[in-house]
């Protein structure tokens, strides 16, 4: 199949995470002998970011502007199978009604289910959702599972949903060598989100405070001046994604923290939590609905809950903590690889389009019986 995307972006994982799990799953679709080309407006704090300059999984088009672009986009979509648009896209609301005067399967991915839902019953304009809502797409998948479903069919009007979650790429993504610059008996990798900073105090920065002796590490963009560092608390302003490996293989212990939205909802895990379960390393997370549909509280991943819980993780011994990481890589190489994501949407649209196949022939079906004379 063809796909024609259209996105946030893909060629800088600079403050987003959009660009990591776009660049596993397209490779694996791309394994899988299907054709991706991705259109990505070309902005200054992207490029300025760039960590993926040579993309051999897909054709990138970056444009400056969508008019400019139309050309291109007219031209991919004419042989296209499948055609999407994806939240946080800017040009989304362009993008969506050329997609839908295409002949492709037209689907949408939002990859921001919480903050969508979130910013719509707040009232809060939602760039990437038109005014039609998500009526007019035959498809509409989900980075998020769980009541986020039954929502987008019942506050945005899509006719039929499905759960995508996020994945991990193994081949980017698994245990290496100790780098001294990351070394750290607590890391936490994450860009800046006031909404994480509560849990972050309770869970990071408190401990730290209580042990001194400890190193602790921050890796992430958008940290504002007025951040609580301690001296114990070393930062990396932005880590590529080719150091993610040796970002998590450093540190004794990671720490996952979801955003408030997202917390709320449920069944959103985030991608650096599988990045760093293969990487085998013993992730401390605090706790949300659908968390066990993942990685298994308690075996594979330590919940905490407030600083003393983080702080006896912490102290957990070296053998105890190895078991849960091993356990951990062990379930998401089995279950949550970009690989198994793939093959799933591959499910997903040959469902969807033997469903649009069987109401095209209920729709032509004669009202009276055919009698043979």
């Known amino acids: 199949m063809k796909f024609v995307i259209f996105g946030l972006t893909i060629s800088s994982s600079w403050g987003n995470g959009h660009a990591t799990l776009w660049r596993g799953l397209t490779r694996a679709l791309a394994q899988r002998g299907h054709k991706i080309v991705f259109f990505e407006r070309d902005v200054p704090y992207y490029d300025a970011h760039r960590d993926l300059h040579a993309w051999a999984d897909g054709e990138l088009i970056l444009y400056s502007s969508f008019e400019k672009a139309l050309y291109q986009a007219r031209r991919q979509l004419a042989d296209a199978d499948v055609a999407m648009v994806t939240s946080y896209c800017p040009d989304a609301r362009l993008a969506t009604d050329l997609v839908l005067s295409s ?35 035959e498809l509409v998948l989900s980075y998020t599972g769980g009541r986020a479903l039954d929502e987008l069919q019942q506050r945005l009007g899509a006719r039929r949903v499905a759960a995508l979650y996020g994945s991990v790429d193994p081949d980017a993504h698994h245990r290496v060598a100790l780098e001294p610059c990351f070394a750290a008996d607590l890391s936490y990798l994450g860009t800046y989100a006031e909404d994480r900073q509560a849990t972050l105090q ?95 509280p308690g075996s594979e991943i330590i919940v905490a809950h407030n600083h003393d819980e983080a702080f006896a993780a912490m102290a957990l ?55 043979e004379v």
């Not at 949408?108 to 797409?137: C, E, K, S």
């Not at 940290?223 to 609580?228: G, K, T, V």
């Not at 190895?322 to 997903?348: C, G, K, P, S, Y």
């Open 317 to 371: 011994g070296d053998t105890e903590l190895a078991e849960i990481a091993r356990r951990a890589r062990e379930r998401v190489l089995d279950e949550h690889t970009a690989a198994h994501r793939a093959r799933h949407l591959e499910i997903i649209l040959e469902n969807t389009a033997n469903a649009a196949s069987e109401r095209l022939l209920e729709s032509v079906q004669p009202s009276e019986p055919l009698v």
């Open 103 to 137: 002949r492709a399967m037209k689907v949408f991915y939002d990859l921001d289910t919480p903050v969508t839902l979130d910013g719509m019953q707040a009232g809060r304009p939602v760039d990437y959702i038109g005014p039609r809502r998500l009526v007019d797409f």
């Open 202 to 296: 309770e869970l990071f920065i408190t401990p730290a405070r209580r042990a001194p002796e400890k190193r602790f590490l921050i890796g992430g963009a958008q940290y504002p001046a007025e951040f609580p560092w301690t001296d114990n608390i070393s930062f990396v302003r932005h880590v590529d994604p080719p150091q993610h490996p040796a970002f998590y293989s450093s540190a004794r212990i990671t720490l996952n923290i979801t955003r408030r939205a997202m917390k709320e909802m449920g069944f959103c895990p985030s991608g650096r939590l599988f990045e760093a379960a293969a990487c085998g390393t013993p992730i401390l997370s605090d706790e949300w609905a659908g968390l066990g549909l993942f990685l298994e």
